[in-house]
């Protein structure tokens, strides 16, 4: 659902919100993945690119009922930004996991940040 248009950067971009179809059931995990995500992302109007994502898992993900594992929560942001050239890149990719795998239960945290960034000659 597209909810506003904002400025980002000094371009216009789409902020659109959205939410997991339940109507159909999931043939595969990467469907049970989905089904449990919502969130936000910002599209450039002009280039039609993912300029900010903010995605969050609704509820915990089960594999094999439980019985190999559970991913419990999920969330991940990421930033792109536009060269003066007319480049995309990720400016911050930022997620964290919890989740358990047989017996041995794991958190992971991943950030990343990259800043003048310029085209290579």
Do not use: H, Y
């Not at 659902?1 to 371009?11: A, I, L, Q």
């Not at 919502?38 to 002009?46: I, N």
């Not at 594992?69 to 930004?81: D, I, L, N, P, T």
């Amino acid at each position: 659902e597209v909810v506003s248009r904002e400025g980002r950067e000094g371009r216009p971009t789409l902020l659109l919100e959205f939410t997991p179809r339940t109507d159909v059931a999931a043939k595969d995990l990467t469907e049970k993945f989905l089904r449990q995500v919502a969130g936000k992302l910002w599209v450039d109007e002009q280039d039609g690119f993912v300029v900010k994502l903010d995605v969050r898992l609704l509820g915990p993900v089960e594999v094999a009922g439980g019985i190999v594992g559970v991913v419990k929560s999920f969330a991940c942001q990421f930033e792109r930004e536009r060269t003066p050239e007319g480049l995309w890149f990720t400016r911050a990719l930022n997620w964290n996991m919890a989740s358990r795998q047989v017996l041995s239960r794991k958190i992971v945290e991943f950030v990343e940040v990259r800043t003048n960034v310029v085209r290579a000659p």
